[in-house]
């Protein structure tokens, strides 16, 4: 007899628990703001020495990979609350797109041998897929001629930093292919910390995985559910530091803190957050037992990105004039929250999807 | 230790003595609490076992199974989820072997005495006064917003005892027997043409000082424990996916597609969205309750919750259209129960607005979370050591 739960475990467990602060232990020495500030401007905006650290160091770069390919054998709870981590501290690194998205596209496909470079953290991967696609959308293809792929593909997430690019082609097929065999073009992003480049695909060689289609929208689909804890993560710890802040600035011989109309706003902030907490757990939940997954990812999605970006917002008018500031973090939650309100998919477009899902048709 | 399986084994015995289908209701009832299996966590010889309270599930479960009659908790909500613990807490033996019981079992509902037209968000500055006669409290004063006090045997009643002190110091908390002829219950009507609550005068009302409860002049302190436990029940019900006010809208929205907007249809899909994550805050909330790890989540859920469902009454409303404009009856009638879904959308919509009031004010609950849960400083006070009586008024 199969046993179903009826409610999803909403909790974090104790070894999640232990995970996350190992994260953030080596987040707070690696990984402060000032640096990732000034890493923006330089020729490497990612940090390419961090992602070893978790990737091959922590071993997190294969949590969803099997242990019998060389990864963690670990479910969407774990990578959710590395996400949660990294969304705090606006981490540079292609943790959501080489062990999320590309390696579910992996998974879809059943590419043994370029998951366990992935999961190893020796190789890292991008899904050639415009960051804004929502799951079940559209999206660009490159042409086969002459078993080689000709295109343009923008708006690639990571795709400076990666070894192995997924790319779809017109032929329905997804195909790896090397960073050596194209070329990859910066684009100037809103969100400094999660790099955008142009793919541009000459001739390429290709090698075929297997079918674009449901590869593409696996990945995009576990994508989105899990980037509601990366927002989730933004959102509290823009929260967590503007309270501190107001504690401590002081105007009108008071802690600003003290006046009630910032505090009804922290506080209305704190329950959107608490109740982020709750759909994004259900989302890497369901993701996890694969049970109402389209569901909880689209209410998730469509509740996320509005939190995220209002606790961002609010953060920067909270701390007023020194929130305006390049030397201030503030600006780098608020570039990734805005940014991720249109990654994986709008609000909007995730509430279209769940009329679909629950039958609230449009009229 | 009191485990499953003993509790198991005690539903059993119960159920054997006392069979449900033979047994008169409130025998079996009185038995029930008797058995120690009326609330388990309570302590022995006052309807518990003193067991984890995540158990009761497991007497429950058992008795629902046989059908066996339980004690209608909705009828008896403010006695169960207000006074009970209260009397647990701050009760004499002797008061809680009197009370505890027929409160369990719905012989003797209970209201609550507390909110006074000159005393809301502000309840500590109530005026109420109660002077003591030899061993008689004399009660005088207005209170407002009770609900069953036309059916309540016992409220629980706060009063000013010292008015020369600062008003959290100068209350103390009794027990009022709802039958004293100097206690007079009116009808107060409310926008949705009903009258849930009523306005109790107090004249004269004499109050043994046995039925104080806790120490002269602690009123204050012992009422925090009441009004905990009144937020948690306004907020922590369980519901089903589409189980709010959400799901009459979705229904509506369903079956009758000619009422369809694009301009709804968007407000819809972000006030369902909102709904179910709401649901699975408290359900994230009940998880942590049942491991023993008590957030301060549960601060929030009644403010959401009201302003859900005042945004959720108010869409339906303008879904109906035509509809909308009608109102079934606005006879007044004087329930028995508290109901927020009542009969239509019109009625939900004005109920609706109690929710960010009643059991404190949205504006009070967000101090709270912003003061207790995140640590942020207080308003400067100017009522704190200033004599109850030289309060401005």
């Known amino acids: ?363 | 230790m009191t485990d499953t399986a003993e509790l198991q084994r005690r539903t059993a015995e119960l159920l054997a003595a006392h069979p449900p289908t033979t047994t008169d209701r409130l025998d079996f009832l009185r038995a029930r609490f008797d058995a120690g299996l009326a609330w388990v966590h309570y302590p022995e010889g006052l309807g518990g076992l003193g067991a984890p309270r995540s158990l009761q599930a497991v007497v429950d479960a058992a008795l629902e199974a046989v059908g066996a009659p339980d004690n209608d908790p909705r009828r008896i909500g403010i006695g169960l989820g207000m006074a009970a613990p209260t009397i647990l807490r701050y009760g004499t033996e002797e008061q809680k072997r009197r009370f505890l019981r027929p409160l369990w079992t719905g012989e003797e509902v209970w209201c609550q005495l507390f909110s006074e037209p000159g005393a809301g968000s502000d309840l500590a500055a109530l005026g109420t006064r109660a002077v003591r006669e030899g061993e008689d409290w004399v009660v005088n004063g207005q209170k407002v917003w009770t609900s069953s006090a036309h059916v309540a045997r016992w409220a629980i009643l706060i009063a000013r005892t010292d008015p020369d002190v600062p008003k959290h110091a100068g209350i103390t908390y009794f027990i009022c027997d709802m039958t004293d002829p100097g206690v007079e219950v009116r009808p107060l009507r409310q926008i949705t043409g009903e009258a849930e609550f009523n306005e109790v005068f107090l004249t004269d009302v004499r109050i043994p000082d046995a039925r104080r409860l806790g120490e002269i002049g602690d009123g204050w302190r012992v009422a925090q424990t009441t009004l905990n436990n009144e937020r948690v029940a306004i907020g922590g019900m369980r519901l089903p996916r589409e189980g709010g006010m959400i799901g009459p809208v979705a229904k509506t929205w369903r079956e009758r597609p000619e009422l369809r907007t694009h301009e709804l249809h968007q407000r819809l899909l972000k006030l369902w969205v909102e709904a179910e994550v709401a649901r699975l805050t408290g359900e994230r909330l009940r998880q942590q309750l049942t491991v023993g790890q008590p957030g301060p989540e549960g601060a929030g859920m009644k403010l959401g919750f009201a302003r859900l469902n005042q945004e959720i009454s108010g869409l339906e409303v303008e879904l109906l259209g035509e509809e909308g404009l009608l109102y079934e009856d606005w006879t007044m009638r004087r329930p028995e129960l508290v109901d927020f879904v009542g009969r239509d959308a019109g009625y939900r919509y004005l109920r609706a607005k109690g929710n960010s009031i009643e059991g404190g004010t949205s504006e009070i609950l967000l101090n709270i979370v912003a003061e207790r849960v995140l640590g942020l400083p207080a308003e400067p006070r100017t009522d704190k050591d200033v004599a109850w009586k030289d309060l401005a008024r």
């Open chain 1, 1 to 363: 007899m199969t046993t179903q739960r009826t409610q999803p475990d909403l909790l974090y467990s104790e070894e999640e628990e232990a995970l996350r602060a190992a994260v953030r232990d080596l987040l707070t020495d690696r990984c402060d703001a000032a640096g990732v500030i000034a890493r923006t401007e330089s020729d490497a905006p990612h940090d390419v020495a961090l992602w070893k650290a978790l990737a091959t160091g922590m071993g997190l770069a294969g949590l969803l990979v099997p242990e019998a390919l060389g990864g963690q054998g670990a479910t969407h709870r774990e990578v959710a609350v590395v996400l949660e981590e990294l969304g705090r501290a606006v981490a540079p690194v292609p943790y959501l797109t080489s062990a999320v998205l590309a390696t579910e596209a992996l998974l879809a496909c059943g590419t043994d041998d370029l998951l366990a470079e992935l999961a190893s953290g020796a190789s890292i991967g991008a899904l050639a897929v415009g960051l804004h696609t929502a799951p079940g959308a559209a999206f660009t293809t490159v042409r086969l001629e002459n078993g080689t792929l000709h295109g343009e593909l923008t708006g690639i997430a990571d795709a400076a930093v990666a070894d192995l690019l997924l790319v779809p082609a017109d032929d329905g097929g997804l195909y790896a292919v090397t960073a050596s065999a194209v070329t990859v073009t910066p684009q100037v992003a809103l969100d400094l910390t999660r790099p955008l480049a142009t793919v541009t695909l000459d001739g390429a060689p290709g090698r075929r995985l297997g079918a674009a289609e449901p590869a593409v929208r696996r990945a995009l689909r576990a994508g989105a559910g899990l980037l509601a804890s990366e927002q989730l993560g933004i959102a509290e710890g823009v929260l967590t530091e503007t309270v501190r802040y107001l504690k401590e600035r002081k105007q009108f011989n008071r802690p600003v803190g003290g006046f009630q109309a910032l505090k009804h706003r922290l506080a209305q902030l704190w329950l959107e957050v608490v109740n982020l907490r709750a759909a994004a757990r259900a989302a890497a939940d369901a993701l996890s037992t694969t049970q109402d997954a389209d569901l909880a990812v689209a209410v998730a999605q469509a509740y996320a990105a509005p939190v995220a970006v209002h606790a961002a917002e609010e953060a920067l008018q909270l701390h007023a004039g020194i929130g305006m500031t390049w030397e201030h973090p503030i600006h780098l939650s608020l570039k990734r929250a805005k940014a991720d309100s249109i990654a994986l998919g709008t609000a909007g477009a995730h509430r279209a999807a769940l009329a679909e899902l629950v039958d609230l048709q449009a009229p």
